[in-house]
């Protein structure tokens, strides 16, 4: 199975603070996505990607920036934090079927 | 209104019972994927079902895309197969390989 790694794995920041969650994948895909995941929500999308240098505006972008330095980085940075923003945030990445990693909790106070 | 609905959203069953996860979606899709999302955990890959059947193990996913609908078969459940089942297809015009997800079935067993 494809491995998708992130970091860190838990995150509590202050509000108004900068954080980024990274996202690493070694399968050489070229199409990675940031999700965040609440209740009652399931799972949404926030921005995703189609190669090294290219990011595009998922369904809730707002509040969040992305950044894809290379083909297996994906970060999904944070500039200043809210405590709405306070969720799972899950990377995946996709040749075809998409694949996750194990996921980071933030928690804004 | 949603475009991808799962049904039911919580189903409770005793070991050994089989289950039967639907989902319905409100476009023409070309893929839809299954995943299990044990609580706290990763999501895990079940299935990717453009169409047709698939089966492996106890789980078969049926896919009829005209229809508009997919749905997961869990035959003679198990304890370890609790979790929550996410079905997420793509819609048309929202790009090359992005997903939107259905908000998921939460499956429990009783022993």
């Known amino acids: 199975e494809a491995a998708v790694t992130q970091s860190p794995r838990n995150k509590v920041a202050v509000t108004g603070g900068k954080v980024t969650l990274s996202c690493n994948q070694t399968n050489n895909h070229n199409n990675m996505y940031w999700y965040r995941q609440d209740t009652g929500h399931g799972l949404r999308l926030i921005h995703y990607?189609?190669?090294?240098?290219?990011?595009e505006k998922g369904d809730i972008p707002d509040g969040y920036k992305a950044s894809r330095p290379s083909q297996e980085n994906f970060s999904l940075i944070l500039e200043l934090a809210t405590p709405s923003q306070t969720s799972v945030y899950f990377c995946?990445?996709?040749?075809?079927?998409?694949?996750f990693g194990p996921g980071t909790r933030l928690t804004v106070l | 209104g949603q475009q991808v609905q799962q049904s039911p959203a919580s189903l409770v069953l005793q070991e050994g019972e089989n289950a039967e996860l639907q989902c319905n979606f409100s476009?023409?899709?070309?893929?839809l994927q299954w995943f299990y999302q044990h609580p706290g955990g990763r999501l895990v890959s079940l299935f990717y079902?453009?169409?047709g059947t698939k089966h492996t193990g106890r789980l078969t996913s049926t896919t009829v895309t005209n229809e508009r609908r997919g749905s997961l078969h869990i035959s003679s459940s198990q304890t370890t197969d609790s979790g929550t089942y996410f079905c997420a297809i793509d819609l048309p015009g929202t790009g090359s390989n992005r997903l939107t997800f259905g908000k998921g079935t939460k499956f429990s067993l009783i022993p």
């Open positions: 079902n453009p169409s």
């Open positions: 995946a990445s996709a040749g075809g079927e998409q694949y």
């Open positions: 990607s189609y190669g090294a240098g290219s990011t």
């Open positions: 476009s023409t899709a070309t893929r």
